[in-house]
Each structure stands twice: as structure tokens, then as C-alpha cells.
């Protein structure tokens, strides 16, 4: 269920929305990440889903397990969440019996 906005509100909204309309944003925000961990991202969440359905597991199962509600669930593999918190993703792997290892690269 939605919130319920004040006219007031929604005409901030608006605004904001006819501003970035005419001046889009033209380069990265500084808290965004790079594409390579945009990437991995991806990759992991392709993973996940691939494990979910090879187990025959649904998504009910696999959310009840991580202790969220499907719906959340089903953004997380849909993409439409694409900034999941490690946290989030630690409870996914166990969900579906398998490990998160987190580690940097030497570059």
C-alpha cells in the first residue's frame, strides 16, 4: 500500500521530475558503483535465481527462508532492486544452501 501524499508533495515531485527532464544527469553520481561491480552483481543474482529454480524451490520458499516476503524477493531477481545489501545476499546464499565469499582481487 502506498503512502498517502499531500498535494504539496506530489507537486515537489513534479518539480524534480520537470527539472531532471530538462537537465538530465550527464555523469556518475559519486556514490554510484563501477560497472564491474554492477557486473558481479548481475552475475550473482543470475546465479541465485539459476540455484532457486534448479532446486525447485519458489520464490515463497526461498524468501521465507531469508526471512523477506516473495514480492522482495522476486525485485531482487527481476533486477528491479539492483542494490541488495551484503547482508541480504549472505541470507540469499544460505537460502539456498550455498556460500557468499566476498574477497577483493589483487589488481
Do not use: Y
Request: no cysteine.
Amino acid at each position: 500500500m502506498k503512502p498517502k501524499r499531500t498535494a504539496e508533495q506530489r507537486a515537489e515531485e513534479e518539480a524534480i521530475r520537470r527539472h531532471h527532464a530538462v537537465n538530465p544527469l550527464r555523469e556518475r553520481p559519486a556514490n554510484a558503483i563501477n560497472r564491474q561491480s554492477f557486473m558481479a552483481i548481475l552475475g550473482l543474482v543470475a546465479r541465485f535465481k539459476a540455484a532457486r529454480e534448479h532446486q525447485g524451490l519458489t520464490l515463497a520458499e526461498v524468501a521465507d527462508r531469508m526471512g523477506i516476503d516473495a514480492p522482495a524477493l522476486s525485485r531482487l531477481e527481476t533486477g528491479k532492486m539492483l542494490n541488495p545489501t551484503l547482508a541480504t545476499l549472505h541470507k540469499w546464499a544460505e537460502a539456498l544452501g550455498q556460500k557468499l565469499e566476498v574477497g577483493s582481487s589483487s589488481s
